[in-house]
Structures are given as structure tokens and as C-alpha cells.
């Protein structure tokens, strides 16, 4: 049973930048698409991007330019960066993991990881 | 961007059926999925590819999609039923997935 799970500070300052990690504990994880997907009551479910170790990533428009998820295949973990972080930041952010042939449907997600923006 | 419309709730007696809705502009040209989260959990896909049922999912979870309206029925609704339900499809003219707002069931 595919099972990831999120890890990383549930406190980060306006202005600075989230970090979150999500391990995956089992099978490959170079075979399938791995997504990062938050929710907030103000947003609800917001797509955040994607990594197919295979050879691409891509980013929800409206985040681009302040997203970066990036990978570690030997270590079987995936990674998000969101800088110049607000309030509006604040969510539950879960990683997800795709089918082998695209990004969706989201077929096994991590528990989630509050993280709060707050001085 | 593309936007997913569904109720914000459906309330239904326990062994009757519960429709919830998805309203897109022709959503029915784009493959959906549903996802159901009960409170302080992750969503669990119950529905893929409009009528799909992922392995584990009751046979009482059904799925369709056509014009400008996707469905998810259940039948015979129980009490576990009780959840929020989300419609998701991929906006491939912007490369990314977008959800629906949700839907509240309540089983009376």
C-alpha cells in the first residue's frame, strides 16, 4: 500500500519561505506523478504543481512564479518551496500521488500538513 | 480559468439515493473525478474518468458526465456516506487540475 506523508514547519513568517517534504514509503517513484495540493476554507482545494521524475514539472498559473517542487529520487521524497509567503498561504498542503500516464486523478494522498503563516 | 459549480449541500434519508452535482462550460468533454473527505482526513477518490469505481469503492458509487453537468449518485445511502464531495478535472488549455467548491452531504 502506497502510503506518503508530509513533513515540515507548521509555523512559517510573512514574507519568508515554506518548506514542506513528502516521503513516500513504498513502490517506485519514478514511474508516477507526484503533486502538491493545498486547502484552505478561503480557497478550498488549490493544485499546486506537479514532479514526474521521468522528466518534467509543472505549476499551477496562478502560483508560478513563487512555487518551486523539486525531487530526490534515492531518498524516495519530494519537496515544495512557496517564498514570499502571506496569510493567504495558510492551508492544509498534502502531497499526491497520480497514475503512471498523468498527473490525475489524485489516487493516494499524504495525511496533510497545517501550515500556518503568522508573525 | 475553467470553474467547476456544485452545490453546497445535499441532504438525503438514509436508503434513498443522493445526486450531487458539477457544472462546467461543456464539462462533459473532460474526463472528472470525485473525491470524498470526511472531516480532519485527506480526500479519497471515489470516482475517476467520469464512471470509473477505484478498487475498495461501493458499488453504490456511481458516476456520470455529459453537456454541461457531471454527476456522482449514491444509492442506498448510509451514514458513513456522510462527507464532503469534490469534483476535480485537468483545464488543459492552462495545465492544471482545478476543483470544485464541494459539496456538503448530510445524511438525515
Known amino acids: 500500500q502506497v502510503q506518503l506523508q508530509e513533513s515540515g514547519p507548521g509555523l512559517v513568517k510573512p514574507s519568508e519561505t515554506l518548506s514542506l517534504t513528502c516521503t513516500v514509503s513504498?513502490?517506485?517513484?519514478?514511474?508516477?506523478?507526484w503533486s502538491w495540493i493545498r486547502q484552505s476554507p478561503e480557497k478550498g482545494l488549490e493544485w499546486i504543481g506537479y514532479?514526474?521524475?521521468?522528466?518534467?514539472?509543472n505549476y499551477n498559473p496562478s502560483l508560478k512564479s513563487r512555487v518551486t517542487i523539486s525531487g530526490d529520487s534515492s531518498k524516495k521524497q519530494f519537496s515544495l518551496q512557496v517564498t514570499s509567503v502571506t496569510a493567504a498561504d495558510t492551508a492544509v498542503y498534502f502531497c499526491?500521488?497520480?497514475?503512471?500516464?498523468?498527473?490525475?486523478?489524485?489516487?493516494?494522498w499524504g495525511q496533510g500538513s497545517l501550515v500556518t503563516v503568522s508573525s | 480559468s475553467y470553474v467547476l459549480t456544485q452545490p453546497p449541500s445535499v441532504s438525503v434519508a438514509p436508503g434513498k439515493t443522493a445526486r450531487i452535482t458539477c457544472g462546467g462550460n461543456?464539462?462533459?468533454?473532460?474526463?472528472v473525478q470525485w473525491y470524498q473527505q470526511k472531516p480532519g482526513q485527506a480526500p479519497v477518490l471515489v470516482m475517476s474518468?467520469?464512471?470509473r469505481r477505484p478498487s475498495g469503492i461501493p458499488e453504490r458509487f456511481s458516476g456520470s458526465n455529459s453537456g454541461n453537468t457531471a454527476s456522482l449518485t449514491i444509492t442506498r445511502v448510509e451514514a458513513g456516506d456522510e462527507a464532503a464531495y469534490f469534483c476535480?478535472?485537468?483545464?488543459?488549455?492552462?495545465?492544471?487540475?482545478?476543483f470544485g467548491a464541494g459539496t456538503e452531504l448530510t445524511v438525515l
Open positions: 499526491a500521488r497520480g497514475p503512471g500516464d498523468a498527473p490525475y486523478p489524485f489516487e493516494y
Open positions: 513504498s513502490g517506485s517513484i519514478s514511474s508516477y506523478y
Open positions: 514532479i514526474y521524475f521521468s522528466g518534467s514539472i
Open positions: 461543456n464539462i462533459g468533454s473532460k474526463s
Open positions: 474518468y467520469d464512471n
Open positions: 476535480q478535472v485537468w483545464d488543459s488549455s492552462r495545465g492544471h487540475a482545478v
